[in-house]
């Protein structure tokens, strides 16, 4: 039988009016769960939700830094000695996030109703598979504080990683969106009045000259199609990439072959890959799991069919460091070699970490070189774009003062 959402109002033990959200199949399910936390509905009614495209949601979204926000606090008040449940009330009345704040209150609810907290967590989509496997190991260790210190340290380094990768875009982006803006702009409003200028002298124009006026006119006829044609074009290739394995196969690969690109997606996803699986691997979970839990995290398909590969070859009793020899270069060698290290020395989390720490300091330094290679580039090709705007509106002007 499918679950829906039903909205509940009840009394709890202390006397006290109580609300919220849960998933069942009935009200008679809701009111038996409510029973079994002590509390005595009053009112239980079925929450009809619009589809996706509908829903218009005021509400602000979960982001990553709040679950790493969420993590830090929570180990630090579980190192401090103080009670779980305890824990979850001092961040409910901590946070001003209204979203965050719910999601807290219903942890709550479902903890002191007896549910594990890898358990209640696995319910709301902000905690990852990788987040959940980890809490889980930590009850089950006697060690939640340390698990989720450990954890938090995760999140940042990743939150870290993710922050270096974006700044590279963002600086090439907005400049070369700014200078679209105006070009196009010239082409539309300033070009034209410069035409009804030209059209006065009755002479021959420059080649430049004309180039420029007949794309400022295919601008201003065909514009607004171009536009909805780009638009529609690349809503249809993001939707197509997203039902297509092959398709994202294809440009993942591609990503990772561009020359100063690819170098930085391959040191961004090798880091993750790394420092996610030293984690886990710290934590006490056996590798061939750890491994399944890694696959993703990366957020390229490549790595991702590698490490199940991997994966499968350790199941048949070979190396970590020999299954990621054969990944066809895909993992660097000195990933390899660390790995090597790690194995004979029995100290493999340790030599993953570090080799996170190196990849993460190459992400860095390419993203350092890579501003600095593009600022003067980008700047070379504004310029040329728009000195060839202006010597094209000018030049009909010049030779006109020539003639004279």
Not at 17 to 33: D, N
Not at 38 to 60: D, E, F, K, V
Request: hydrophobic share 50%.
């Amino acid at each position: 039988m499918a679950e829906y959402r039903y909205r509940w109002t009840g009394i709890d033990r202390q006397g006290q009016v109580v609300s919220g959200e849960m998933q069942a199949e009935t009200t008679h399910t809701v009111t038996a769960l409510l029973r079994e936390q002590r509390i005595r509905a009053t009112r239980i009614q079925r929450h009809y939700q619009l589809p996706t495209w509908l829903h218009i949601t005021t509400a602000p979204r979960t982001s990553a830094r709040d679950i790493t926000q969420f993590t830090r606090q929570l180990a630090t008040l579980l190192q401090a000695g103080v009670p779980l449940l305890q824990a979850f009330d001092i961040l409910e009345r901590g946070t001003g996030h209204v979203t965050m704040q719910a999601m807290i209150r219903t942890l709550h609810q479902r903890i002191e109703g007896g549910m594990a907290l890898n358990q209640a967590l696995r319910e709301h989509a902000p905690f990852d598979a990788l987040y959940c496997n980890l809490v889980a190991v930590g009850e089950l260790a006697g060690m939640l504080d340390t698990m989720l210190e450990r954890l938090a340290k995760h999140l940042e380094k990743s939150a870290a990683l993710r922050a270096m990768v974006r700044s590279a875009m963002i600086y090439p982006t907005a400049v070369l969106g700014i200078a679209t803006a105006v070009l196009i702009l010239i082409l539309v409003f300033v070009v034209p009045a410069f035409q009804a200028i030209f059209a006065s002298f009755g002479a021959e124009l420059p080649w430049l000259t004309r180039i420029v006026i007949s794309l400022s006119e295919g601008v201003q006829r065909h514009g607004l199609v171009l536009l909805f044609a780009l638009v529609v074009g690349a809503w249809w290739v993001k939707t197509q990439t997203a039902q297509r394995l092959h398709w994202q196969r294809y440009l993942h690969g591609l990503l990772l072959r561009l020359p100063i690109a690819g170098t930085l997606t391959r040191h961004a996803c090798t880091a993750r890959w790394t420092r996610t699986l030293a984690t886990l691997f710290a934590a006490g979970v056996p590798l061939t799991e750890a491994l399944a839990a890694v696959q993703e995290v990366t957020g390229n398909l490549l790595f991702q069919s590698a490490t199940h590969a991997i994966q499968a070859q350790l199941m048949e009793g070979r190396a970590l460091s020999y299954a990621l020899a054969d990944t066809q270069g895909l993992f660097p060698n000195m990933v390899v070699q660390m790995c090597a290290i790690g194995e004979e020395s029995g100290a493999l989390d340790h030599m993953l970490e570090k080799t996170a720490e190196h990849y993460e300091r190459e992400v860095d330094t390419t993203v350092a070189r890579l501003s600095t290679l593009l600022e003067p580039f980008i700047m070379v090709v504004i310029g040329s774009l728009i000195g060839s705007l202006v010597m094209a509106l000018y030049l009909p002007i010049f030779q006109l003062g020539q003639v004279v």
